[in-house]
């Protein structure tokens, strides 16, 4: 609740009631395989900061997502199905703050998960291993 999701790209799948939020670098291959197993997800609302810091060249990719006029388009053709994007990266971005948020949040490796109750879980996750957290808040269960 704590966390500032306008500087996150935000991906709604249903209704979005159930909520996570990931921290994620673009040249993360771990990263890539938990976007594929989230993309099953139904009701959820998933706000993805773009944390680039596993190498330099993370950091202009992810500018360049943050400037397209589609980010969720963006951030899955690259997670997805390795399609750069277009954009150029000299748009207002936020990955500055969005790395210093997740330095204050010592957040060292991507993915790093946080859910709505405040758990944290780094590395990635299967869809069945989310799917027991979210029953597990839902039922008031850490």
């Known amino acids: 609740k704590e966390l500032p ?3 996150a790209i935000k991906t709604v799948s249903g209704n979005g009631s159930r909520k996570l939020a990931v ?3 673009p040249n993360c291959g771990y990263c890539k ?3 594929r197993d989230i993309l099953g997800l139904k009701d959820v609302t998933i706000y993805t900061f773009l944390y680039p810091i596993i190498r330099p060249e993370s950091v202009p990719v992810s500018k360049k997502v943050w400037c397209s006029a589609d980010r969720v388009k963006a951030w899955q053709d690259l997670m997805l199905r390795s399609v750069d994007p277009t954009a150029g990266p000299t748009c207002e ?3 500055d ?3 210093g948020l997740g330095r204050r949040l010592r ?3 991507t993915p790093t998960t946080f859910f709505e109750d405040g758990e944290r879980i780094a ?6 291993t989310i799917e027991q957290r979210f029953a597990a808040i839902a039922g008031g269960k850490k």
């Not at 590395?123 to 069945?128: E, V």
Request: charged share 35%; no cysteine.
């Open 5 to 7: 999701v306008e500087k």
């Open 123 to 128: 590395g990635a996750l299967d869809r069945a």
């Open 107 to 109: 957040v060292t490796g």
């Open 97 to 99: 703050d969005v790395v």
């Open 93 to 95: 971005n936020p990955i």
């Open 33 to 35: 395989r938990f976007e």
């Open 23 to 25: 921290f994620s670098d």
